[in-house]
């Protein structure tokens, strides 16, 4: 899997919990989807993403194949 797919899985993650719990535990959970959402936007109007950041140092491939130590070699 690729870290674009990573990030997506971890944005919906963090969106459906924190609306469940925000809707049974408390509404202070809403706080989790509002992040998500914010990060999702920085991320597309500024590139940077710390879940991709992590994922690379996880040994997640990126869609052109390569992982965070053969980027380093190059």
Known sequence: MHTENMIR???GT???TGVI???FVSAWWL???LFAGANLIQSAIT???P???IFR???VKDRCGETAEAQARN
Do not use: D, N, S, T
Request: net charge positive; with cysteine.
């Open 14 to 16: 963090l969106v459906i």
């Open 21 to 23: 719990l925000g809707r």
């Open 9 to 11: 899985i971890l944005a």
């Open 57 to 59: 140092k996880l040994g």
């Open 31 to 33: 706080i989790v989807p």
């Open 47 to 49: 590139g940077f993403c």
């Open 51 to 53: 879940a991709e950041i």
